[in-house]
């Protein structure tokens, strides 16, 4: 906020970033020394989240999904910065897995490759934000906030300095509105690629045309699964300040 990395905002701080829409920048890590600069707001992504967090002590963070490898990355290489930023900085990022518009099984690979710990939350399968499956298997299983806890406190032990994944499968109550969107994200990834939409723009035209198509019902679900993320993550940070002070 005008240049200021921001760690907890006031309720009108909130409003004014919510009200700037598509006027304010999505800031990633590498943005953020330009956005400091110019003393401009910025809406920070998973990467540009992390780097900050890490540097006011905070471990662990809630966010929908992370970002991940784009679908054709084979010829386009795009690849978000959350997944290098989750290979080297020590923040566990609790999620609903990964968008289901990216290539689930590289972004999996990638995460691997950069040695960061991916945790299925009470399930064997990794989830895609609004689907609690997405094909592929989660490297871990935990079934609790102490068992995430304490497999952070022994990364941190012996030294590793990557984040971790925690992903959480989306509400039961709320998968088969899930499915609904899932439908719509296709159709919209369709509709993208038709035009011509990519890099940086395909997500806010993805999220854009969804919300359209399922005429506001993926907020509804977006806003269940965040929430549910949100408990899981609170009682994680909790059970990880016990740990550390036990």
Not at 17 to 45: E, F, N, Q, W, Y
Not at 86 to 94: D, N
Not at 96 to 122: C, F, H, N, Q, W
Request: charged content about 20%; hydrophobic content about 40%.
């Amino acid at each position: 906020m005008g240049g200021k990395m921001k760690v907890g905002m006031s309720e009108g701080e909130l409003e004014e970033l919510a009200r700037g829409g598509g006027k304010i920048p999505k800031v990633g890590v590498r943005d953020l020394p330009m956005c400091i600069s110019k003393g401009s707001h910025g809406a920070t992504t998973v990467s540009g989240t992390m780097h900050i967090a890490s540097l006011a002590g905070i471990e662990v963070f809630v966010t929908g999904g992370i970002g991940g490898v784009h679908r054709g990355a084979e010829q386009t290489w795009d690849v978000s910065s959350d997944l290098t930023e989750l290979g080297r900085t020590p923040v566990a990022v609790v999620c609903a897995g990964a968008k289901s518009i990216l290539d689930i099984p590289r972004t999996l690979e990638y995460l691997e490759t950069l040695g960061v710990p991916v945790i299925g939350y009470d399930t064997d399968d990794f989830p895609a934000f609004f689907s609690p499956k997405s094909g592929c298997k989660s490297h871990i299983r935990l079934d609790t906030p102490s068992q995430v806890a304490s497999l952070l406190t022994a990364r941190s032990r012996i030294g590793l300095k990557c984040g971790a994944v925690v992903a959480v499968p989306i509400p039961g109550e709320c998968a088969a509105e899930g499915e609904v969107v899932e439908q719509a994200t296709r159709q919209a990834l369709s509709e993208a690629s038709e035009q011509g939409i990519s890099g940086a723009n395909v997500t806010p035209f993805i999220l854009k045309r969804v919300s359209e198509i399922t005429q506001g019902s993926s907020l509804t679900a977006n806003i269940a699964l965040v929430l549910n993320n949100a408990r899981v993550g609170s009682r994680i940070a909790v059970r990880l300040s016990e740990q550390q002070q036990g």
